[in-house]
């Protein structure tokens, strides 16, 4: 098993650019995440999935955008790149709700500038 | 607002030793908390959970002790290795919606010492 893949590991955007940061994972888990981690820091939740078709809003859901056609992809999109966007993302799956960890990608390092 | 701290951003031991990972958490609705590890360049690793039910849960060289009282919870690694140098997370759960949300601390740097 692959687990959680992350692509691509590193990016650099220029201001205003936009991108998609994928997220795939083979464990047919139903739910999904999206956090950011900053330097010295622990993570924040962007968006998560529950399941195909269902998505909604985490901490720090301002500049990003998401979408869950299947069960196995969870893609991040970035419309317009900020410097404050700077940071590792991290992707993660879990089996269900209450009683499974979290299994989180490798991430992607994203640098705006 | 709620929080999940970490008393020490940094801790070193030498190889052998025991190690101690302190937690202090504010949200008094939290019922599962999460010990995760991560070494440089990867994603965070699950190491041990426990349920607010529980004080105590023991799994291969590691020890999750949970105190409601005083909202901490510790982690304790025995025998500490080189290869449990990282930074460790711990992470409280709560209900938003209808998905579990976590909420990290920022993390303790482990280094051992040889």
């Known amino acids: 098993n692959a687990g959680v893949t992350q692509t691509p590991k590193f990016r650099i955007l220029k201001i205003g650019q936009s991108m998609t940061l994928q997220c795939t994972q083979d464990?047919?888990?139903?739910?999904m995440y999206w956090y950011r981690q900053d330097p010295g820091m622990g993570l924040k939740l962007i968006y998560y999935?529950?399941?195909?078709?269902?998505?909604d809003k985490g901490e720090v859901p301002n500049g990003y955008n998401v979408s869950r056609s299947t069960t196995e992809d969870f893609p991040l999109r970035l419309e317009l790149a900020a410097p404050s966007q700077t940071s590792v993302y991290f992707c993660a799956s879990s089996y269900d709700r209450d009683n499974s960890p979290l299994h989180f990608g490798n991430g992607t390092r994203l640098t705006v500038t | 607002g709620e929080s999940v701290g970490l008393h020490l951003p940094t801790l070193s031991v030498q190889e052998g030793d025991n190690s101690i990972i302190n937690c202090a958490y504010s949200?008094?609705?939290?019922?599962?908390f999460i010990w995760y590890k991560q070494e440089s360049g990867k994603g965070p690793q699950f190491i041990i959970d426990i349920r607010s039910n529980m004080d105590k849960r023991q799994g291969q060289r590691v020890t999750v002790l949970l105190n409601k009282t005083v909202k901490h919870l510790s982690l304790q690694i025995a025998a500490t290795q080189p290869g449990d140098s990282a930074v460790y997370f711990c992470?409280?759960?709560?209900?938003?919606?209808?998905?579990?949300?976590?909420?990290f601390g920022s993390g303790t740097q482990l280094t051992v010492l040889p």
């Open positions: 992470a409280e759960t709560h209900y938003s919606g209808s998905a579990r949300q976590l909420t």
């Open positions: 949200n008094s609705a939290s019922d599962y």
């Open positions: 999935s529950v399941g195909a078709g269902i998505t």
């Open positions: 464990m047919n888990h139903n739910y």
